[in-house]
């Protein structure tokens, strides 16, 4: 391997282990236990989703709809446990709630060929305006104690929300790297027609990575109605790209068929940290939109350049030749 491709595929984590240095050197308490569990906490609505958001991207397509159904899968949980009383019902019809957004999406994308920018920009907008009906525009408190302890509570020292976090790095890194399916989601992303042609259920299994995806981003939202103790229609608006920034930022291709959940989990952190250096530099919000903007811009240059070594230059058009100006 040559030192510019080893640096290619180390870059995220040299970019990681520049930020952290830089961090604990200008940052005061950035490396305090309590300051860095609370960034491993702040990760996981990302972290969750952005394990599937890399099999999204994989296959060459987005999903802008995500922050939308982490509220809608929130509000119909805490509807559903105030109506009912029931723990369970609740948590299965955010669940249900969130994979039927994510087949949804699937079947239009893949079953009607339609862009998935489009479609997911579309059902972000619906989603947001269900849970909005759904809640009566207002936030919708949880009846139950019990629930709470899915947001602040902890096994073996360590908080519910990093578990289900970690669990979904795990279980969507295997499906990446170890099955067929994760195979195929990346055949698809290399060469679609290509994959067609070899046999690969093309539309079957882009339905089912979008609803992995609104499964995931459903789980998401019921972690984050327990820790909030509530479902709130007006949660995680802009979720969406902190998610794909994260995805590009560790290294999976916006071009598809490149993905990797270690690049993803180096991704997720760069975007955690940054965040809470900010937070602890009281640095203002509007600067932050600022930041995390320019964050993504950097992210998809960096996704340019590795696919295609440099970048395009811009160059002038030749003058035309004095005969041919004169046989015009």
Known sequence: MTASRLFQRSGPLILLAVLLVLLSLFVPDFLGLRNLRGLMLSVTLVGTIAATMMLVLAMREVDLSVGSTVALAGVLTAVVIGATGSVALGVLAGLAGGTLVGLFNGVVIAGLKVNSLIVTLATMEMVRGLAFLVSGGESVAIPAEAFYALGSGSFLGINWPIWVMLLSFVVFGLVVNRTVFGRNILAIGGNPEAARLAGVPVTRV??????????????????LAARITSGQPNTSMGLELAVISACVLGGVSLSGGVATIGGVIVGVLIMGAAQNALNLLNVPTF???LVRGGILLVAVIADRLRQGGRLPTFRRRPAAAPNETSHA
């Open 206 to 223: 882009r339905v089912m990575v979008f609803a992995l995806q609104g499964l995931a981003a459903a789980v998401a939202g019921i972690v």
């Open 287 to 289: 600067y932050q939109y």
